[in-house]
């Protein structure tokens, strides 16, 4: 069982910065890799960006690149979304997840942390 738990969101004006942090505990030696998915009003949640655990290899999606950055740090069981040049787009609530190796969907969830981006 791993548990995560995010913080960092919030409001801020088109063109800020905001940081997301997600705290993980748990048997964090059975996950593979984690993301930020994001659930805007009225559309399906999306994934914005990964990294696996151990290696810590990046991947980000058209929404994000050039403009956020995953990261994670192992020894303290952190992963961070770190987001400049917010637009209005970006409103959403951020989920972080993480999955056990040879998995296709998302083993488990945060309970989402939520973040307004306003002219």
């Known amino acids: 069982q791993v548990n995560l738990v995010e913080s960092g969101g919030g409001s801020v004006q088109i063109g800020g910065s905001l940081r997301l942090s997600c705290a993980a505990s748990g048997r964090m030696f059975d996950i593979y890799d984690m993301a930020w998915l994001k659930q805007s009003p009225g559309k399906e949640r999306e994934i914005v960006a990964g990294?696996?655990?151990?290696?810590?290899?990046?991947h980000y999606y058209d929404s994000a690149k050039g403009r956020f950055t995953i990261s994670r740090d192992k020894a303290k069981n952190t992963m961070d979304l770190q987001m400049h040049r917010l637009e209005v787009e970006d409103t959403a609530v951020y989920f972080c997840t993480a999955r056990e190796a040879g998995k296709a969907s998302w083993d488990y969830w945060g309970q989402g942390t939520r973040v307004i981006v306003s002219s």
């Open positions: 990294i696996t655990w151990t290696g810590g290899y990046t």
